[in-house]
């Protein structure tokens, strides 16, 4: 049983790794992008809510101000 349960957490732990290694570029970029539009509420629903960078990437792709090239 306590074999097990080593296993289990050192699972979990690649886990929880790997979705900090996926979610935390995504929502840096997309706070960063929201601070700078002055977009105040997607600033804070980006902050506040964790959906592993399902919001982050729908506010980049679709609600993000975009900039004049």
Known sequence: LNQE?????M???IA???ILVW???WKGVALWKSAKNKQL??????????TLAILEIIYLAFFQ???NT
């Open 41 to 50: 509420g997607w600033f804070l629903v980006l902050f506040l809510v964790n």
């Open 23 to 25: 979610t935390l570029p």
């Open 11 to 13: 699972y979990a732990s």
């Open 16 to 18: 929880i790794f790997l």
């Open 65 to 67: 101000k975009k900039e």
């Open 5 to 9: 349960i080593l296993n289990y957490s």
